[in-house]
Antibody, heavy 124, light 110 residues
Framework: EVQLVESGGASVQPGGSLRLSCAASGFALSGYSMNWVRQAPGKGLESISYISSSSYTTYYADSVKGRFTISRDNAKNSLFLQMNSLRDEDTAVYYC?????????????????WGQGTLVTVSS | QSALTQPPSASGSPGQSVTISCTGTSSDVGGYNYVSWYQQHPGKAPKLIIYDVTKRPSGVPDRFSGSKSGNTASLTVSGLQAEDEADYYCGSYAGSNLGVFGGGTKLTVL
């Protein structure tokens, strides 16, 4: 059974940093591209970062570019999101998401399996 | 403001059908056959229910169907059941592997 378990969410002051982790089980992480998607309280979904299976390709939403870094350790079946210079508007539940079919690209990427999410609160 | 436009709410009685629209542009929905739909119950993670415009992942009931015409995609839920009450989000490829989402539609089963 595919399982994704996020951790690292916390309450932090503006300007602070956090590192989110996602532990994957039930499949080989090395065969799949991965994503981080966030959802602010009472709001919709925002896809913020993508990483290919080999880490060769990464994408970031404009809202986090230059502040957040996605990475992965396939040997440890883990995905990470380093978040720096946090702002109030980064407050959200952050989801670790696996692609539906494998290492996607060119439009065939779908957010097939989701973790339960971890809450990040940025407030002074 | 979301890239794709969805109605904020929709409703139907048990057993009826309801359709939710998702309007984009020729740079996303209209330009590619890479539309998806996600179902989210309160306090839960979203779940993929439609991909490639019309396909259903394993385990998704065939009461859920997708279609597209021009820049507008649609999700139809037939034979509405109480457990279908949830938020529904559309998604589309828009030139990068991040994709874009609609603002979400709250479906109420009357």
């Amino acid at each position: 059974e595919v399982q994704l378990v996020e951790s690292g969410g916390a309450s932090v002051q503006p300007g602070g940093s956090l590192r989110l982790s996602c532990a994957a089980s039930g499949f080989a992480l090395s065969g799949y591209s991965m994503n981080w998607v966030r959802q602010a309280p009472g709001k919709g979904l925002e896809s913020i970062s993508y990483i290919s299976s080999s880490s060769y390709t990464t994408y970031y939403a404009d809202s986090v570019k230059g502040r957040f870094t996605i990475s992965r350790d396939n040997a440890k079946n883990s995905l990470f999101l380093q978040m720096n210079s946090l702002r109030d508007e980064d407050t959200a539940v952050y989801y670790c998401v696996r692609d539906l079919r494998g290492d996607c690209g060119g439009g065939s990427c779908y957010l097939g399996f989701w973790g339960q999410g971890t809450l990040v609160t940025v407030s002074s | 403001q979301s890239a794709l436009t969805q109605p904020p709410s929709a409703s139907g009685s048990p057993g009826q059908s309801v359709t939710i629209s998702c309007t984009g542009t020729s740079s996303d929905v209209g330009g590619y056959n890479y539309v998806s739909w996600y179902q989210q119950h309160p306090g839960k993670a979203p779940k993929l229910i439609i991909y490639d415009v019309t396909k259903r992942p394993s385990g998704v009931p065939d009461r859920f169907s997708g279609s597209k015409s021009g820049n507008t995609a649609s999700l139809t839920v037939s034979g509405l059941q109480a457990e279908d009450e949830a938020d529904y989000y559309c998604g589309s490829y828009a030139g990068s592997n991040l994709g874009v989402f609609g603002g979400g539609t709250k479906l109420t089963v009357l």
